[in-house]
């Protein structure tokens, strides 16, 4: 099951150029851009892994483009997403994530339903993928 | 969400202004290509600006004729690949060579070649770490913000100490060239310093000289080139000479060359600046009476003639 999370995620992969001109966009907003990996893309994991620091006072998308290619270099079975953090005030959130690098093999998400008292159900989605270790999983 | 997707804007870029109906085999009208670049508007800038420099403008001038053919040539469907434009500026101290670079940034940009048109000036300090793993991550970090302009290295001969074989200037080196090589087409490296160091620089590290397609020599200026720096600068400053106070600059010049720690264009500009100290020294013990534009603006021979290299026993003793 194909993973559909951040910006763009209905949208088929991008290319590299699409990639590109999405963070030059972001760039010229003046947002700082920042790359993170994971191999657990649970809906609620929040908590990615950072791949280096953020980037500040870049001028050109080649330099992140750069970065993103180190990180699928490092781990090319993993999720990777761009982050664009608008500092101004007011916003100091995320204005953009997209995903850049998936799995070719996504497993997908199984729904867990719990008995609670009263006929009540509890549901709990987990990640096929996540019950193996970690690092193993794609 | 696509409303987020922006194209590049690039007012300056030639792939945006290039008109998109040739291709095939039809005529290619170089010269209306070069009137849509504006490249001619960037030359004459320099030349005007600039003074001297023959063979720099000459190499800049062939840069242009050689990134305008390409544009021909893509128009016709022929292979065009990006030509290596990373650069070595060496020559003696006060000769130019950062603010060529910084031209060199615009001009590149105007050109088309480099995207954002930004120049990065680093210096060892800036590419090489204090200890361990310290090196790669400042280099990489430099090396993307120059990304899309101009990376320029002065003094690049302080990157390699052959006396400690443990520094991590050849750290710095390696990723500078890894770079070079594969990104060729996201930024320009040019390394400047002094001749006879870049030149030992070069010669043990041979793959840095090899990634380098030119070599520009910046030669010293003649009396007639500093004098007309020296104009071009008061210019620039809404300063201008009297013609006595021109013709002992002339004289300063004749002699200033001979005395060591002579930096060309940067001597002549600290020459101007203390002579503009000493106006207004002048000026100022003539308070008494009411100041016109001209008294402000002009400088006489007694500015000049009160220099150091106007002392006829520092001629005659060879100072240190």
Redesign the interface.
Known sequence: MRITQGTFSFLPDFTDEEIKSQIQYAIEQGWALSIEFTDDAHPRNTYWEMWGQPMFDLRDAAAILYEVNACRKAYPGRYIKVNAFDSTRGFETMRLSFIVNRPTDEPGFGLVRQEGAGRNIRYTITGYAATRAEGERY | ??T??????DGHDLQSSAPPNVAGEGPVDLASLFEESRIQEVLDQLDRELVGLKPVKNRIREIAALLLVDRARKQLGLSAAAPSLHMSFTGNPGTGKTTVAMRMAQILHRLGYV??G?LVAVTRDDLVGQYIGHTA?KTKEI???A???VLFIDEAYYLYRPENERDYGQEAIEILLQVMEN?R???VVIVAGYQDRMERFFHSNPGLSSRIAHHLEFPDYSAEELLAIAKLILQQSEYRFSPAAEAAFQDYIARRITLPHFANARSIRNALDRARLRQANRLFGERGRKLSRQDLVTLEAEEIRASRVFDETLLRQTPS
């Open positions: 969400m696509t987020a997707t922006a194209p590049l804007a995207r954002k930004h991550p090396l993307k913000r990304m899309g302009g990104q087409d996201d930024l």
